[in-house]
Structures are given as C-alpha cells and as structure tokens.
C-alpha cells in the first residue's frame, strides 16, 4: 500500500498491480501461512469464551503491548524507543464487540486485511508539536466467521485496525504488515 498526498489530505492506494509469489496456503482466517509474511511473528492471546488467537507478521523493531477488558482486547504495536521515535508508528488492532467507529475520515481506498477485502480510511491531522501524523483504519469482517466458529459472541466479534504515525513510510509499512493479519492455528 501506498500513501499518496492529493490537496493536502491523506490518499490510502491500493497497488494496482501486486505480484506475489510463494505464498503458500492459504489458513483458516483466510490469510497465507505464517512463512509466506516478512518481519517477526506474534501470536495474539485470543479475545476469550473459546475464541481463537490471532497472529500477525510485524516488522522487526517493534514492541507489543496489550489492553484487556472485560469485553474487549487492544493489541498494540509500537517502535522500541531506541529503534525510533515511540510516535514514529504504531498500529493497535482492537478484538471486541462495540469499536469506536471513527470512519468519518477524509479519504476511503480498497485494501485487503486476513484475505479478506476491507475499506482503509485514512487522513492527516497535526499534533501539538506541528508535525503531521498519517492515520489510517480499516474493519475487518467476518474474521472469526469460520466453519469450526459455532458460538454467537464470537462470530460476532469485530477487528478493527489502526495505524497513526509521524513516519509516513513505517505508517505505510504496518499497513502492509496488517495483511498477514489470521486467525492463530498454532501452527
């Protein structure tokens, strides 16, 4: 994915053209196996009453954090402090069933998360400092609608991605990672 800058707003592009070669099988959640995604594996701890875990290739240099509620999970990633700025980028991916549905943003591209077509919604805004951070999401749906997925709660979860940063390329770099983004088969 790209971020393109078109009169002053955040553009979210999907690549037109994207060749991709030895991705190997596809897996329950509808993303390749784990082999076929650059950068480090991380196996998120499932949302709880059976559902699985998630797992996500993410680049090296990244630290995850965790938000556990009572009905609700926040995965967080952000850079290590000595490898980047902390607000360099992060991306957090929210598990649960009631988001903040912020998609209100300026611009909406196509994109694909866990094999499966999402919106991005994307937009610029500055912080307190003046600098400008890119900000981009994108809902995932279904995702833990699968055959061997039976309980109602879990069926219904939403994932919700988001990504904001002052470093456009590690920005667009997490939204590329968010591709590999699948259910956790253990394997």
């Known amino acids: 994915m790209v971020l393109l800058m078109r009169h ?10 994207v060749v991709v070669t030895g991705c190997g099988p596809l897996r329950e959640g509808g993303a390749p196996a784990e082999a076929a995604w650059p950068g480090r594996l991380h196996r998120l ?5 059976g559902a699985p875990g998630l797992a996500i ?9 965790l938000r556990a509620e009572e009905d609700f999970l926040v995965h967080l990633f952000r850079r290590a402090p000595g490898a980047a700025p902390p607000d360099a980028a992060t991306m957090g991916i ?10 209100t943003q300026a611009i909406t591209e196509p994109g694909r998360i866990a094999g499966r077509d999402v919106t991005w919604y994307g937009g610029t805004r500055q912080d307190e400092k003046g600098r400008t951070v890119y900000q981009a999401e994108a809902y995932v ?4 609608k ?26 667009e770099a997490l939204m590329e990672s968010a591709k590999s983004l699948r259910l956790d088969t253990g394997k």
Do not use: C, M
């Open 45 to 49: 701890p499932p949302w709880g009453w």
């Open 8 to 17: 002053g707003l955040l553009i979210v592009a999907a690549l037109a053209t």
């Open 94 to 103: 929210y598990v649960g069933h009631n988001p903040r549905d912020s998609r």
């Open 141 to 144: 749906d279904d995702l833990f």
């Open 146 to 171: 699968t055959g061997t997925i039976w309980r109602l709660s879990i069926r219904g979860l939403v994932t919700h991605v988001f990504i904001w940063g002052t470093d456009k390329a590690q920005v």
């Open 57 to 65: 290739n993410v680049p090296e240099g990244y630290e995850r954090g």
